[in-house]
């Protein structure tokens, strides 16, 4: 890991960098509630937990090791702490936080982030070798009021213990999953991107009654018969598909749309929208395949019919050569 010269917060450069005078409490005090401190190459921001009235706060793109000194600033709503060098985020319980992004730092572990009223967090890009973000059963029952979790690009294979509950949206492109189990756990679930990821198999995909939006591009499906699993989406209005192998295969789009029949609300494939031509395209399609396979049947069950007459004339003429066999054999006695 890079080192970096120590380069601590000063009252000069927070003198330059709050904005945003509100009233605080019910008398007429005031106080600058947004501290912007972006890019400044800080190591150090312990002076910056005597502001403890500060509501939004942008410690992004410095070398932050270590950000406790946040612990005492209870009234933060807002924090943005990407692009640090940060592996743990021990702060104390911050009871009105609601969103906080921790992008591109080093972290491997949720169990430090446990504010009880956050909506929002972002965890994308952490910087681990091997790839362990982690969680436990009591932080996520810490985070029962987070509706979007931003887990992009950490190479993980699996979301064990790193989903909490009500979650609305979730975001895991570009990780190394190869399966949807542990989503049947989030019946709140509207939005969910999986782009990037070594999906091949859909099946067992869980019955969430509110998805919408589904991203599944540049995973490994290459079975149209699939694309049935998700067939119990009732809600589902978008999904992705594109820079799957299926993709590349004729007649996509038509028999995409045919597997997807049942989802009478999906309005867009792709980038493109189900018209009602490709509905009725598709539909045409799936009496034509039920037809073929109804022939295919009534050719089966003939063929079984002719060996059943040929097995029953073959065993009637082997019966006829055993009789006279028998006959002729007593005869000779």
């Known amino acids: 890991m890079e080192e970096f010269p120590p380069k601590p917060l000063d009252c000069k450069l927070i003198r330059e960098s709050v904005s945003v005078l509100a009233r605080i409490g ?19 921001i312990s002076l910056v937990a005597g502001y403890i009235h500060l509501r939004f706060l942008d410690v992004s793109g410095n070398h932050l090791k270590d950000v406790s000194p946040l612990s005492p600033l209870t009234a933060l709503l807002w924090l943005n702490a990407d692009h640090n060098a940060l592996s743990t985020v021990d702060v104390d319980e911050l009871p009105y936080l609601q969103t906080a992004f921790f992008r591109d730092n080093r972290l491997t572990s949720l169990a430090d982030i446990s504010h009880p009223t956050l909506d929002t967090l972002s965890l994308a890009g952490q910087f681990n070798t091997p790839p362990s973000i982690h969680s436990t059963g009591r932080t996520v029952s810490r985070l029962q009021a987070l509706r979007v979790l931003d887990l992009k690009d950490n190479r993980l294979t699996s979301t064990d213990g790193l989903l909490p509950p009500n979650l609305e949206e979730l975001y895991l492109a570009g990780n190394g999953l190869t399966s949807v189990v542990g989503l049947e756990t989030l019946p709140k679930l509207r939005v969910i991107h999986l782009r990037s990821n070594h999906i091949s198999c859909l099946e067992g995909f869980p019955r969430l009654q509110v998805l919408e939006y589904l991203n599944l591009r540049a995973n490994d499906i290459s079975d149209f018969n699939q694309l049935s699993h998700l067939s119990h989406l009732q809600r589902l209005r978008v999904l992705v598909l594109k820079d799957n192998t299926l993709v590349k295969l004729d007649d996509y789009r038509v028999q995409a749309i045919a597997q997807l029949i049942d989802c009478s609300r999906l309005r867009r494939l792709d980038k493109d929208t189900c018209t009602n031509a490709e509905r009725r395209h598709a539909r045409a399609w799936l009496r034509e395949m039920a037809e073929e396979a109804a022939q295919e049947e009534e050719e089966e069950e003939e063929v079984e019919e002719e060996q059943v007459r040929i097995y029953s004339a073959v065993h009637t003429i082997l019966s006829f050569v055993f009789d006279i066999s028998s006959m002729l054999w007593f005869s000779r006695r």
């Open 26 to 44: 019910p008398g007429l005090a005031h106080a600058y509630v947004r501290l912007d401190l972006h890019d400044r190459e800080l190591t150090d």
